[in-house]
């Protein structure tokens, strides 16, 4: 039986359970796209950066936004986007290109997915931020999502 861990409710460890089934399955689909490759996993190299660019989007935004239910920033973060992103495969791609003696493959993927996963995670955080001072259904006192009340709040730790 699943009970609470370090704080955090069965509702979270179930969200991240889900979360972490439908990133797999999205990244296994869309890895169907390429067929094996000796060159750049450029699937690979899209989910990763996308990730990298939605994870600083949500990340910010929850930062500005902290009311959001920890069972939802736990399901879609870790659980969905964190499934989703993949550093095995990329790890897997680079010990191919170097052990192949394919360096020139090996620089240009390393440098690609630093370059572009760190340029997304950027401009994944201004994004966040831009979008963070609006309003969202999801930090709302909204007792379904988990947030509790203004009333439930107890003072002095608001």
Known sequence: ?????????????????????????????????????TGIPWITLAINVGGSF????????????P???????AGIGPGTLG????????????NTFASTGRIGLFLGYLGLSLVLGLAAAGAGWITGQRIGAGTSP???????????????IPRGRA
Not at 56 to 64: D, F, K, R
Not at 83 to 94: D, G, K, P, Q, Y
């Open 54 to 65: 939605v994870l600083a989007v949500l990340s910010t935004w929850w930062i500005a936004r």
């Open 83 to 94: 499934s989703f992103t993949t550093f095995s495969a990329v790890a897997l791609s680079l």
């Open 1 to 37: 039986m699943l009970t609470a861990v370090g704080g955090h409710s069965r509702r979270t460890w179930l969200a991240v359970a889900v979360g972490g089934f439908i990133g797999t399955e999205i990244r296994y689909g869309l890895s169907l796209l390429e067929p094996h490759t």
């Open 138 to 152: 999801l930090d709302s006192d909204n007792p379904a999502l988990g947030a509790p009340s203004k009333d439930q």
């Open 67 to 73: 009311g959001t239910a920890m069972w939802i920033r």
